[in-house]
């Protein structure tokens, strides 16, 4: 090997011993700092997971006293176990509701769902329908109506056609059985219970050659 050539190598090793005298301490509080997040982080997903596990039983048993029929001691459990965030702000006044109609005590299941603001996005519109089918039941349309907002989905717009039939505005019922058949699959089976509505209504289902309904 030339001589050259060892002096250029013992150059360059002299510069990297240099800057490893130079910047040794950054290294090593750099590789400190990284193995502290790295356990804090285990950590935290730690604790996060046992949360989620820790709800989770406590929305089981919340379950269990609602079967039971233990409807105040659900409700008292859901206050204290953390069950009014996340997707169970929206679970349980949906099993709570259902089974306050089961018990004969709508106003109170209308209670429960008004009460749900906090809704999961997914769920939400599943609160307003179930909350707006009480309210049309129980005779209050233009609450129903205003629970349902500006939903266009078949589901909302069937509910909002047995709200406008029940306060006896027919042609506002018929338009939306109109739109809510328009919204459904043909082969969707619930199409048909919804041409009953819209005859009742005093409307005419469309024909096979597309004619609207009037």
């Known amino acids: 090997m030339a001589v050259d050539e060892l ?9 990297v ?13 750099g590789i400190a700092v990284a193995l502290v997040l790295v356990y804090g982080w285990g ?13 989770g039983a406590a929305y089981a048993t919340f ?17 204290s176990a953390g069950l009014e965030e996340g997707v169970y702000a929206s679970l349980v006044p949906l ?28 769920l939400g519109p599943v609160i307003a329908r179930r909350l707006a ?11 129903a109506l205003a629970a349902l907002g500006d939903a266009r989905d078949a589901g909302s717009l069937e509910i909002r056609g047995d709200a406008e039939r029940a ?28 041409q009953i509505k819209l005859i009742d209504a005093g ?6 050659d597309g004619e609207q309904a009037r």
């Open 7 to 15: 002096l250029d190598e013992h150059e360059q090793g002299e510069r």
């Open 133 to 143: 089918v009480l309210l049309v039941d129980a005779g209050r349309t233009d609450e």
């Open 63 to 79: 379950n269990e006293r609602v079967a039971a029929g233990e409807l105040e001691e659900a409700r008292a459990l859901a206050g």
């Open 167 to 194: 306060a006896g505005r027919l042609e506002q019922a018929r338009e939306a059985y109109t739109a809510a058949l328009a919204a459904l699959d043909e082969a969707a089976p619930q199409r048909g219970l919804l």
């Open 17 to 29: 011993r240099q800057w490893i005298r130079e910047n040794a301490l950054g290294v090593v509080g």
């Open 203 to 208: 409307g005419t289902p469309a024909g096979d």
């Open 95 to 122: 099993d709570l509701a259902a089974a306050q109609v089961g018990a004969g005590d709508t106003e109170a299941a209308i209670a429960t769902l008004s009460d749900a603001r906090e809704a999961d996005p997914a």
């Open 43 to 55: 950590r935290w997903q730690d604790h996060l997971q046992g949360k989620r596990i820790e709800t």
